[in-house]
């Protein structure tokens, strides 16, 4: 258990992976369900809209929309997320689909790269003997 610094707060906590504290957490979860409900009755809104009529703060529901659990209704997100990858504009998450596809076509490929048996051993390290951590 590490003592980290909450993301919204800013006050310290016991953290079991979480960015955030569990007052946040617990008022984050009352934030998703209050902005979910007003997406839900006016389509097309924008986050400062939503952001004054919800009172949430922007920071929660970009929070929010980064971890997919609230998406815009509009294909590319107002411009307000892009992809962490190709810069494309997108309406939830961190990545879109394509990157999306390739960062877990990658992780499948790891976790195959796992599943191989121990490489042999008697392999001769003739190019990186001389190298010490550069
Ligand atoms: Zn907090
Ligand atoms: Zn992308």
């Known amino acids: 258990m590490n003592i980290v610094q909450c993301t919204f707060c800013k006050k310290p906590f016991a953290s079991?992976?979480?960015?955030?504290?569990p007052a946040?957490?617990?008022?984050?979860?009352?934030?998703?369900?209050t902005v979910r409900d007003y997406i839900y009755e006016h389509k097309h809104s924008n986050i400062d809209i939503i952001s004054k009529e919800t009172e949430v703060p922007k920071q929660i529901i970009m929070h929010l929309l980064k971890e997919g659990r609230l998406i815009i209704d509009?294909?590319?997100?107002?411009?307000?997320?892009?992809?962490?990858?190709?810069?494309?504009?997108?309406?939830?998450?961190?990545?879109?689909?394509?990157?999306?596809?390739?960062v877990s076509s990658s992780m499948d490929k790891n976790v195959a790269d796992h599943k191989k048996p121990e490489p042999k051993p008697e392999e001769?390290?003739?190019?990186?003997?001389?190298?010490?951590?550069s």
Not at 24 to 33: A, R, Y
Not at 124 to 133: D, E, L
Request: with cysteine; hydrophobic share 30%.
């Open 74 to 102: 509009s294909p590319d997100g107002d411009g307000l997320l892009i992809c962490e990858m190709c810069k494309k504009p997108i309406n939830t998450g961190r990545l879109c689909k394509e990157c999306m596809g390739k």
């Open 24 to 33: 946040c957490l617990e008022q984050i979860d009352k934030d998703f369900i």
């Open 124 to 133: 001769p390290n003739i190019k990186g003997s001389a190298k010490i951590n």
């Open 16 to 21: 079991l992976g979480g960015r955030a504290c």
